[in-house]
């Protein structure tokens, strides 16, 4: 004769996989303070973008416009002026003074722009010889 396997009597206590209501709250609490401590970190770093690419595009038009202006010769009595970039007018201004020898001037050249409502400015500066 065979036996038939028996199967075990279940306990009166019964075990299911999941979550407890206290563990789900846990949950949500963590969440409602990680995403907005998240999403403020998105916006400061998509600021921190914003001002890294404006002062790029500064830069670019100093190096442009202090090389025209050494080139051209005109930093001798250009002092200020605009300069175009895209669809963007940036404000530049200009000043010389002596270098250690009299023959040397530093050009010194500032462009202004606005970050967010900001006012910035970046300075690009080389050394000319006057005696050429």
Do not use: H
């Not at 019964?14 to 907005?36: C, H, M, S, Y």
């Not at 009595?77 to 200009?94: K, S, V």
């Not at 050249?109 to 900001?118: A, D, E, Q, S, W």
Request: net charge positive; proline share 3%; hydrophobic share 45%.
């Amino acid at each position: 004769m065979t036996s038939t396997p028996t199967l075990p009597a279940r306990s009166a206590s019964r075990t299911t996989a999941g979550f407890t209501l206290v563990e789900a709250l846990a949950a949500l609490l963590v969440l409602a303070i990680v995403i907005p401590v998240a999403v403020r970190g998105l916006q400061i770093a998509s600021m921190a973008g914003e001002a890294a690419q404006r002062k790029s595009v500064a830069l670019r038009v100093a190096d442009r416009v202090l090389n025209e202006l050494v080139v051209t010769g005109n930093w001798q009595r250009t002092a200020n002026g605009n300069a175009m970039e895209g669809d963007e007018t940036f404000q530049w201004q200009l000043k010389s003074q002596t270098w250690e020898k009299d023959t040397l001037k530093m050009l010194s050249l500032r462009v202004y722009y606005k970050t967010r409502g900001n006012p910035c400015d970046v300075r690009l500066c080389t050394v000319v010889d006057t005696s050429l």
